[in-house]
């Protein structure tokens, strides 16, 4: 059974922080993603990697970075956290071969910026 | 600029009915398209797919059809069930290359007992 799973499902942080999301795929794909989801506003591509130490700007990348160090592994890192990042974050992994697009997703962060 | 959204965003249907989930897309060069479904407290969760060279497709209960001249993308549920409720998005793929989804709003789907 496939999975993909996120370190935390709610977190509370102070503006000026610095926070870590962090997401982890058992499947071996390639490629990982990171959104994040506002009500009327679906999901936004913030980062996406298709290989190990690399990434590619989604959306919205503004504010914040990402790390891919290893293959099932994908970091969301918020250098300086403000109350506009307040969101729901949610990551997915996809195979890079076989005719799949499927995105698979994790259960979601609840990220809360006081 | 290019983007997916839905007409309605919300939808309630009575328990047995069908329910018919809208979504209008704006990019003609857009080859791949994806329904999610997302229940409370979960990740989206693929429902089912449709390439652009196809203007139909089923799987169990479900049903996607492709308008490519009017870019407009429905799902179809057929007897819908309580653990339908739930927020379903279409998905397109900017790129063709799978790695580049623009994702609609959403429409909440409750089905009344």
């Known amino acids: 059974d496939v999975k993909v799973t996120q370190s935390s499902r709610y977190l509370v942080k102070r503006t000026g922080e610095k926070v870590f999301l962090e997401c982890v795929q058992d499947?071996?794909?390639?490629?990982m993603f990171w959104y994040r989801q506002d009500p009327g506003l679906g999901l936004r591509l913030i980062y996406f990697s298709y290989d190990v130490k690399m990434k590619e700007k989604g959306d919205i990348p503004e504010g914040y970075s990402v790390s891919r160090e290893k293959k099932e592994r994908f970091s969301l890192i918020l250098e300086s956290a403000s109350t506009n990042q307040t969101s729901m974050y949610l990551c997915?992994?996809?195979?890079?071969?076989?005719?799949?697009?499927?995105?698979?997703f994790g259960p979601g962060t609840r990220l809360t910026v006081l | 600029g290019e983007s997916v959204g839905l007409h309605l965003p919300t939808l309630s249907v009575q328990e047995g009915d069908n329910s018919i989930i809208n979504c209008a897309y704006s990019n003609s060069a857009s080859d791949y398209f994806i329904w999610y479904k997302q229940e409370s407290g979960k990740g989206p969760q693929f429902i089912i797919d449709?390439?652009?060279?196809?203007d139909k497709r089923q799987g169990q209960r479900v049903t996607v059809l492709l308008n490519k001249t009017v870019k407009h993308l429905s799902l179809q549920i057929a007897a819908t069930q309580p653990g339908d409720s739930a927020v379903y998005f279409c998905?397109?793929?900017?790129?063709?290359?799978?790695?580049?989804?623009?994702f609609g709003p959403g429409t909440r789907l409750s089905v009344l007992p």
């Open positions: 499947m071996d794909h390639e490629n």
């Open positions: 449709i390439r652009s060279n196809m």
């Open positions: 997915a992994s996809r195979a890079s071969s076989g005719g799949v697009n499927e995105q698979f």
């Open positions: 998905a397109e793929d900017r790129d063709n290359y799978g790695q580049n989804f623009v």
